[in-house]
């Protein structure tokens, strides 16, 4: 994709934790889709609320764009570290915005690069309050790239539309004063020219917000859940949007969290939970339970580095053989794992879908990197009019009308017992976490034992025909197979072409339906020369469910456990070092 | 008319040994539920692990039998899935205080509309006589044979302290009453918390039907429940007298009640109207 396009600039926002980096990011992201570009952005932050370095990196194209590459054209300072803290990345000539009041600029970086030095504190002093600087500086970056101011301003109005009339003005005045500055200072002398431009509109969001969108649409009345970074947006989005159509619960821990969806779903309503390892790690009684009772529930688990507290800001996908063995004893589960805001979507609305249909627990496993990145999307991927609501097999009135008590887990040849609430006139519904039989009733026999055990273990095959084949992407026969799951699909794309363009013949496949696992990803290996796993941790969890689960044998992985996403050149660069070229 | 014979569960092999406290505690909830005319498919009961937990495969009623320590999320949840339920939790002291104390704690401050009754044998039943958080100080057990070391909770007082908005004890000797605290409870609006003294008589060979019967003491009708200061100084008493009643009520909105959403009807009605196409809007602001 790279060479197909003719503007692809990488930005990048640097800051300390309080200096707005995110809203700064945010909005300029907003404004250039609205100018009819393709964004990614990918957000770097640290576990704190002030002081310390944070980033948000903003990729702009005229086509669209999945991944963020570790390299800068725009840098935009907001404090006195960001130059020396990305100086590594920038491309020669890089464009940087700062305020030379905050930090003198090394004779080497001005060698290499184009200072753009604009009084941020000052015109941010002028219009009444330091913390503009932010502000300053978004309509500073857009005037010297010569973008249109009249989309910023409104985006502020839209913004600030809660904090009333005076701090729009004050934040517009801040905008345009610095838009202004570098319109009347430096106008021509920027090498990067982005005027809008018209294409057809796109939606911009987060992953995170497209899973909370999948939970409405999806028919989610229930969340229960835990504050815990990353993974908390997904039910601000739901309750920024929606506050009135759902319930939700902030719990005292994971514990509850869990047990209360379980709660609400036994009473007949979808419901979901979400949570980052550390707070899965408390639900896993209550995931386990969720087997034995077959209550059907979601989780949303948005992964950060571990072990424990880990790097809680940060990105990791070391989570997933732990979620494929959570919970103690056997029972099935569902794992889909997202690879973008596209699939974030569909994935959840699945998600509900499928634990109806099987009565089990769907986990969506995502992490911080796509979590946190915004991206344009095509509306029509969002597609409304398409969505089905499928709730599984019910029982009829009339079937609780005349039997006494109802089997609440009938065995049945597909496994799957249909389905009843309690509060039905007539229904006796029950069900039990000890092993019990058909009627929900605690049991001890060997034979029961069996019957229900079995009849569980049934549904994982009963659900592998709605599981859908990887993506594969590239020509059929090619040196080099990349496999990878979930978030790091934009990435490895861009690596797969760029391979190619070098003339390492490539091809990829990319799993988001996780497990069970698709018979698809055997015969991929199988067929591959040399394959290589991608992933985002130190132990290669993918590959190994590959082993355990096709008996096929990747070639070897490409990892990556420092907290930070995958970039296309990353994996090129690897790429290139296991072909010894 | 709903009859003792709707709630008779199809199981006949009640797992409590002969004498159990826990034998009148159904007794007293099956007539309660009669007296209430409620019917069994109204009902729904939520307990966790213990012997008491049982309770609910012993009569003809919805169940979720969670796990140990988890009954009051769960049904929590289940009382704000479907408000028109009538909820009631059911376990042991040890499940309630230790395992599951923070969710006593946030369910009380919640408020729910709910029953939870705590079988309170002052002894972990199930798991074979450990001291459980009401164990008295002092006591000697199989696995302390030197005694407890620390200072038994007072259930009735936290409670009160957090401002539960119905607080009662009862005596598992007592049929009648306790039935009648039990009814009072069931319809009470709001979380109704009631502490029963349950004989164990098996591992707790201190507080015995005797123990208790020498101690207990009804509350007067010229006691008032709705007095904090009073009701928390009645609940100190432990020892030679030992007060049962309704020890305090508290008049606060139901956790439902703060939900926009459920007073246009229960969760799952919503449930059943949800169509996709009415968030179309939402994407907008996406844009
Ligand atoms: C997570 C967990 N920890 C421990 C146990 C073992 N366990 C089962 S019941 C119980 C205590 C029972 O005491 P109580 O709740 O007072 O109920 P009782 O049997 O006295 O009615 C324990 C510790 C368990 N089932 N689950
Ligand atoms: S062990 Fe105690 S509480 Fe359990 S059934 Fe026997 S007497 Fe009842
Ligand atoms: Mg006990």
Redesign the interface.
């Known amino acids: 994709m790279s060479t197909e396009s003719s503007i692809d600039l990488n930005f990048r926002v640097g800051g300390a934790a309080g200096q707005g980096v995110q809203s700064v990011g945010g909005v300029l992201s907003k404004t250039f889709a609205?100018g009819g570009y393709h964004i990614f952005t990918h957000q770097d932050y640290e576990s704190r609320i002030r002081g310390g370095h944070s980033f948000f990196h903003l990729r702009l194209s005229d086509m669209p764009v999945y991944a963020a590459p570790n390299r800068v054209n725009v840098l935009v300072a907001l404090d006195d570290r960001t130059i020396e803290i990305h100086e590594d990345v920038m491309v020669p000539n890089s464009v940087i915005i700062c305020d030379r009041k905050l930090r003198e600029v090394s004779p080497e970086v001005e060698r290499v690069h184009d200072i753009f030095d604009v009084p941020l504190m000052d015109i941010a002093l002028e219009t009444g309050n330091k913390l503009y600087v932010n502000t300053v500086a978004m309509g500073a970056s857009l005037g010297l790239i010569e973008f249109d101011f009249d989309i910023l301003a409104g985006l502020i109005a839209e913004q600030f539309k809660k904090k009333g009339q005076t701090i729009i003005d004050e934040n517009v005045k801040a905008a345009r004063l610095g838009y202004e500055f570098t319109q009347q200072n430096y106008k021509g002398t920027c090498c990067y020219i982005i005027k809008p431009r018209t294409a057809p509109?796109?939606?911009?969001?987060t992953s995170n917000?497209a899973i909370g969108?999948g939970a409405?649409?999806?028919?989610c009345?229930?969340v229960?859940a835990y504050p815990m970074t990353p993974s908390t947006s997904i039910w601000v989005t739901m309750k920024a949007?929606?506050?009135?159509?759902?319930?939700f619960?902030q719990?005292?821990?994971e514990?509850?969290?869990?047990?209360?969806?379980?709660?609400?779903?036994?009473?007949?309503?979808?419901?979901m939970t979400t949570t980052s390892g550390g707070g899965f790690a408390l639900m896993n009684?209550?995931f386990s339970?969720a087997g034995a009772?077959e209550t059907p529930i979601v989780v949303a688990l948005v992964s950060r580095p571990g072990p424990a507290t880990g790097l809680p800001t940060r990105t990791e996908q070391s989570d997933l053989e732990y979620v494929l063995h959570a919970g103690h004893g056997e029972f099935p589960r569902v794992i889909f794992a997202p690879s973008c805001q596209e699939e974030a979507f569909r994935l959840t609305v699945k998600a509900f879908n499928m634990a109806e249909k099987y009565h089990v627990a769907v986990v969506i496993l995502q992490d911080q990197h796509l979590a946190d990145s915004y991206r344009t999307v095509d509306?029509a991927d969002?597609n409304?009019?398409a969505?089905k609501?499928e709730r599984g097999p019910m029982a009829t009135e009339e079937e609780l009308k005349t039997s006494?008590?109802f089997k609440s887990h009938r065995v049945t040849e597909s496994g799957v017992s249909p389905r009843a609430?309690?509060?039905?006139?007539?229904?006796?519904?029950?069900?039990?976490?000890?092993e019990?039989d058909e009627?929900?009733?605690?049991i001890e026999d060997a034979e029961t034992r069996n019957e229900q055990m079995e009849k569980r273990m049934r549904k994982l095959d009963a659900l592998m025909k709605d599981i859908e084949e990887p993506l594969t992407y590239g020509q059929e026969a090619a040196d080099v197979s990349l496999i990878g799951w979930g978030s790091t699909y934009g990435a490895i794309k861009e690596a797969t072409d760029l391979l190619n363009e070098e003339g390492i013949s490539t091809n990829m496949m990319h799993v988001v339906e996780v497990f069970p696992v698709h018979k698809v990803v055997g015969e991929f290996v199988t067929k591959a020369k040399q394959s290589f796993v991608v992933e985002n941790n130190y132990t290669g969890q993918y590959a190994n469910i590959i082993r355990a689960y096709t008996g096929k044998l990747p070639t070897g992985g490409i990892n990556k456990y420092d907290g930070r996403p995958f970039s296309p050149g990353y994996i090129v660069k690897e790429v290139k070092r296991r072909m010894g070229a | 008319m709903v009859t003792i014979e709707d709630y008779e569960s199809r199981v006949k092999d009640i797992a409590w040994c002969p004498g159990c406290g826990n034998f009148p505690i159904l007794e007293a909830l099956k007539q309660a539920l009669v007296e209430l005319n409620l019917e069994p498919w109204q009902v729904a009961m939520v307990s966790g692990i213990g012997q008491s937990s049982k309770l609910p495969h012993y009569l003809r009623v919805n169940e979720y039998n969670e796990l140990h320590g988890r009954i009051l999320p769960a049904a929590t949840g289940l009382s704000l899935a479907n408000h028109e339920l009538v909820v009631i939790g059911v376990g042991g002291d040890g499940d309630g205080y230790g395992e599951g104390g923070n969710h006593w704690i946030n369910a009380i401050r919640r408020n729910p509309n709910m029953t939870y009754i705590v079988t309170n044998n002052q002894i972990y039943g199930l798991t074979k006589g450990q001291a459980s958080p009401t164990t008295d100080y002092g006591m000697k057990t199989k696995d302390e044979p030197g005694g407890i070391h620390i200072p038994a909770m007072n259930p009735m007082a936290v409670a009160i302290s957090l401002d539960c908005s119905f607080v009662a004890r009862c005596f598992a000797g007592d049929l009648d009453f306790m039935k009648e605290i039990l009814k009072k409870a069931i319809n009470h609006k709001g979380f109704a918390f009631v502490d029963i003294l349950q004989p164990c008589v098996t591992w707790n060979k201190v507080n015995t039907y005797q123990w208790y019967r020498e101690r207990v003491y009804k509350l007067g009708d010229d006691y008032d429940p709705t007095d904090k200061f009073a009701a928390f100084q009645k609940a100190q008493e432990w020892g030679a007298q030992i007060p049962i009643g309704v020890l305090y009520l508290f008049k606060r909105p139901i956790l439902k009640d703060d939900y926009v959403p459920l007073q246009r009807g229960t969760l799952l009605d919503l449930q059943k109207e949800h169509k996709p196409s009415q968030f179309k809007d939402l994407l907008k602001k996406f844009f």
């Open positions: 609205r509109k796109t939606m911009i969001l917000e969108i409405l649409f999806a028919g009345k229930f229960s949007l929606a506050h009135d159509d759902f319930v619960v719990t005292e821990d514990l509850a969290s869990i047990n209360m969806a379980l709660g609400a779903a036994y009473g007949g309503v979808r419901a009684e209550g339970l009772t509306p969002f409304i009019d969505i609501i006494k008590d609430f309690p509060g039905t006139k007539d229904g006796i519904i029950a069900t039990a976490g000890d019990h009627y929900g009733h605690i």
